[in-house]
Each structure stands twice: as C-alpha cells, then as structure tokens.
C-alpha cells in the first residue's frame, strides 16, 4: 500500500489512547496491558505506528496499513492548533516543564487538549471555598478571552481558552497536542507567573477520563502517597498529581466503546450511557475524594506549573520574593486502561451499552427465563437469581421488574439472617 508522507505523518500523531483501545479490542492487546514507553528502538506510548507494531508484532508497512484501516477517517490533525516551534533556546527550567508536559500527556494518551488559563481571583470567588483543584468544562466554556480586563471586570469569570478564535466570521477552537503545548511554554510560564493557573482538559473522543480530585486512600484515609492504595486494591491509574502542598488528584482511563448504547453508531455524547458513569464518578469522589465535585469532564492542572490559589501561598523566608506557591509534581505515570474502574462504572450503567450486557450476561438471562415464566404463568417463589454483583436492573423494564421481584422475595424468605 503506497500512502503520501502526509498521511504517514497523521497516522503517526493519532491519538495513542484511541489506538490504544482499537487494538484491545482487535485482540491483539488485553485490556489490562499498557502501552510501555520503550521498548527496544519502539516508542508505544507516544507514537501510534510504534505502538500497532509493538501490540502486534508486525514490520512497519503491516502496522501502517492497519491503522489507515481502522483510522482513515480520523480528523485530529485538523483540531490541532499548530503553534510554531520557539525559535530561542529555551531555558533550563522550560526545558524540565517540557518533560513533564510530555509525561503527562503520554500517559493520558490524548493528542488533543483544551487549554485554559485561569484567572486567580476567580479560582477562589467562583468555587466558593471549595477544596477543589479542577475546574467543570461549563464554567470554562463562558470563560473570557481578554486577559487585559482588570480583576473588577474579570469578576465572575475564570479565565480563557486559548484555543479559541474567530475565522471567517465564526468562533472556532483548536486543540492542543503534546508539541503544541510545549511550543507555548515561555508564554504560559509567563502567565504563570503573573498569578494564572494553567489547566489542561484531555478531549475523550476515544476514552473515558474519571477523576478522583482530592483523593485519599481506597479505604478514604489520609496519607502522602494516596495513589499508592489504589494501585494495591487492584487499580490502575494512568496519571496522579500532587496539585498543592497536600492535595492530590488520581486519573483513571476507561475506553469509550463498553459504554455504547446497543444500537447506536457515532461518537457523540449521546451514543453512550454518560450518565451512568457520571454517577460513579460522583459515588467514587463522594467516597474517596471531593464529594462536591459535579461533571465528568474536567480540566487537569498541567505538571511543571504552578498552583497560584491565593489560600496556598506560604511566606518564603530568605528568599528574593516574598511568596511562594506549589509547583503541580506528577507521582505516577502509566499509559494504561484501568479494567477494575471500567466493571465498576459498568456496574451503574444502564442495561442496554455493550460492556454491561458481557458483565451481566448471567443475571439477565435468567430475568429473561423468569419474564418468559411469568407470561406463561409458571413462575414460582422458588425461582432464584444468581448472586449479583451489579445493581438491580432498572424497574421500567421487563428485565428490571423481574429483577426488583427477586429482590422483593429474597427480602420477605423468613428465617434468613441478614446484615445491615
């Protein structure tokens, strides 16, 4: 297959989380693999050719041919932003943020963020207090975009996107890959400094990004290291950071396709159960970590910047300046799909996407038996789900009233003895 050097290059920019998860479910790579940084002369986790060869053990021109297959209508090229390379050396510490940008987006898998620049006095007025250090993508939609507003005018408003603009008559945004950030790194680090915050959302147009912001401890106590718990209970995070002098945020990535709504094709939101797992997301911080926390997709503090929340400065003793604030620090960095979290939200999904009806398979096809009795009037108090480990299914349907009676008879059966 002969393709143009055009071509050759979008393939190699795709996004790594979405080539990640086309190759899961081809079969080439379970779920539970990640995406290493190296191996050998191979670059997985950054480059989507490297990773297709890698995953499945090919030469260059199968992996090429394959991800023209499976991608050849993939626009993300088209979304990037396209900031120039600085033309200056870069200095030293510009140089370590870089490194940490790139970090930070491998493991996310994201070749396409949304970059924002937020204003400090509204960081603290707009979240009223709140221990958070995530920003919901509906605040920053109405944010501003004159940075020359004084903070009287800014009242109210978050900041800016700095993707967006005006062409042709009509507000558009554009989307930032790995290079594209680091090629802004003297002018954020600059706006940085001026006591904006700077935040990154990952666009899921392939995969799921479930937040856990302030995140202790699986079991929801304290410690230095929060990350650490979650990694022993059997997750996998792709990303954690310490975002402040104590406070941490984990990352979680799930592919897309088994939270697909049986029946529907695109890749809108509505083709997917995002309700379902906005509830988990809500139940996990609610647990473990913020529990006023509200909308899945969120901006993410970018690694190698400074938090500049007025209640975190600290007095900075025999130094030239008077105030210091906490750089974002990344604790752990994988590209990998967290399995566990993905049958956990699957479990509060609706019955119809594709992952729950493999999770549930069992217990709806006995609710399928017991409908099947019931119209045929043979159904009795005899009859028994098998252990479940999902919700009940919802009441409004067939299977999810047959459901709700098993759980009625389980709970009127005398003589069992049960915990509260």
Not at 159 to 186: A, P, S, W
Not at 378 to 395: G, N, V
Request: one cysteine or more.
């Amino acid at each position: 297959m002969e393709l143009s050097k055009e071509e050759i290059a979008r393939l190699r920019r795709l996004d790594p989380a979405g080539v990640h998860a086309a190759l899961i479910e081809s079969g080439a790579m379970s779920i539970d693999d990640p995406l290493p940084k190296r191996v050998g002369d191979l670059r997985p986790s950054e480059n989507a050719i490297d990773a297709v060869k890698y995953a499945r053990k090919c030469e260059y021109q199968e992996a090429v041919a394959w991800l023209h297959e499976h991608f050849g209508d993939d626009q993300t090229h088209e979304r990037n932003v396209g900031i120039r390379q600085v033309e200056r050396e870069l200095f030293e510490s510009e140089v370590v943020i870089n490194k940490l940008v790139k970090q930070q987006m491998d493991s996310l898998g994201c070749s396409e963020a949304r970059i924002t620049l937020m204003f400090k006095e509204a960081d603290e007025v707009s979240q009223k207090g709140a221990e958070v250090e995530i920003v919901p993508e509906s605040d920053l939609a109405s944010a501003s975009s004159d940075t020359s507003e004084s903070p009287v005018k800014r009242k109210g408003k978050f900041g800016y996107l700095i993707g967006k603009r005006t062409e042709n008559g009509e507000k558009t945004e554009k989307f930032f890959n790995t290079r594209d950030i680091q090629n802004c790194v003297g002018m954020l680090r600059q706006r940085n400094g001026e006591g904006m915050n700077v935040l990154m959302t990952p666009m899921d147009r392939h995969c799921f990004y479930v937040m856990l912001d302030d995140a202790r401890n699986h079991d929801g106590t304290e410690s230095e290291s929060p990350v650490q718990s979650w990694i022993k209970a059997g997750y996998k995070p792709c990303l954690a950071l310490q975002t402040s002098w104590e406070s941490h945020q984990i990352v979680f990535r799930i592919p897309k396709e088994p939270f697909r709504i049986i029946g529907k094709t695109g890749n809108d939101d509505s083709c997917f159960d995002r309700s379902g797992l906005h509830d988990f997301f809500q139940r996990i911080n609610r647990e473990c970590g913020d529990p006023r926390i509200s909308g899945l997709r969120h901006g993410i503090r970018l690694a190698g910047y400074r938090n500049m929340k007025p209640k975190h400065e600290r007095i900075a003793e025999g130094k030239a300046w008077s105030l210091e604030y906490p750089f974002v620090s990344i604790k752990h960095a994988e590209s990998t799909f967290c399995a566990k979290t993905m049958r956990d939200a699957l479990k509060m999904c609706r019955e119809d996407v594709v992952g729950r009806a493999d999770l549930d398979a069992a217990r709806q096809e006995e609710a399928r038996k017991h409908v099947a009795g019931l119209r045929n009037g043979e159904a009795t108090q005899t009859h028994k789900l098998p252990p479940r480990y999902a919700p009940p299914l919802k009441p409004q349907t067939a299977l999810g009233r047959a459901a709700a009676e098993f759980d009625r008879r389980d709970r009127e059966r005398p003589g069992q003895n049960r915990e509260h």
